[in-house]
């Protein structure tokens, strides 16, 4: 078994910055596993936003977040990061922590978190 546990979000106002954490664990967990950052907004789908191979192989949505967010793990501490600048009030979700021992990128990941809310203000 994996538990992902995310932590960082908050309030922030429109043009702040917040970090986000998402530190793995269980028996099952390796750092050789693929991670990633999704996030669901009110009323929408559960969106990609970047994901992490344990060589550091990055992916990112092409989308609104490529160069201002920033994804990074450390293996040594079974952490995961996403470094959020210059955010906006439609990056407002539930963001969430996912990882799997096969998949990588966009796809299929096999463990979740319980997620983090980020909010932010105009």
Do not use: H
Not at 22 to 31: D, E, L, M, N, W
Not at 54 to 60: A, C, E, H, L, N
Not at 85 to 114: F, H, I, M, V
Request: with cysteine; hydrophobic share 35%; aromatic share 12%.
């Amino acid at each position: 078994q994996v538990q992902l546990v995310e932590s960082g979000g908050g309030l922030v106002q429109a043009g702040g910055s917040l970090r986000l954490s998402c530190v793995a664990s269980g028996r099952a967990f390796s750092s050789s596993y693929s991670m990633a950052w999704f996030r669901q907004a009110p009323g929408k789908e559960r969106e990609f936003v970047a994901a992490i191979t344990w060589r550091s192989t990055i992916t990112y949505d092409a989308g609104s977040v490529k160069g201002r967010f920033t994804i990074s793990r450390d293996n040594a501490k079974n952490t995961m990061y996403l470094q959020m600048n210059s955010l906006k009030p439609e990056d407002t979700a539930l963001y969430y922590c996912a990882a799997d021992p096969l998949t990588a990128g966009r796809g299929n990941y096999r463990y979740w978190g319980q997620g983090t809310q980020v909010t932010v203000s105009s």
